[in-house]
């Protein structure tokens, strides 16, 4: 059996916004390693909704659980930056 098609339908929904957020921090957004940091934190903040086919997971959602779902990985990336964020200057400052 193979598995290789299977994989959590958040992590392409948050790494888009995890790149179009990342200009609104300017210390984090040129860093690849704090963006995969605000990427890890933002997707364990998440259900996993694991899945073959993104038309599969998006024809069996409704107009609102599509706009819940879209609402939670915005506050989940913001919630990341801010806490990737304070742990960079806590970091700096030792």
Do not use: W
């Amino acid at each position: 059996m193979d598995f290789t098609s299977l994989y959590n339908h958040h992590e392409r929904e948050v790494f888009a916004a995890v790149m179009e957020t990342a200009p609104q921090f300017a210390e984090i957004h040129r860093d690849p390693e704090l963006l995969a940091d605000v990427a890890c934190v933002a997707l364990n903040r998440l259900p996993p909704r694991y899945i073959r086919h993104a038309v599969d997971y998006s024809f069996y959602l409704t107009e609102q659980e599509r706009l819940d779902v879209d609402a939670a990985i915005k506050e989940a990336v913001g919630y990341a930056f801010n806490f990737v964020q304070a742990r960079s200057v806590l970091r700096a400052k030792r």
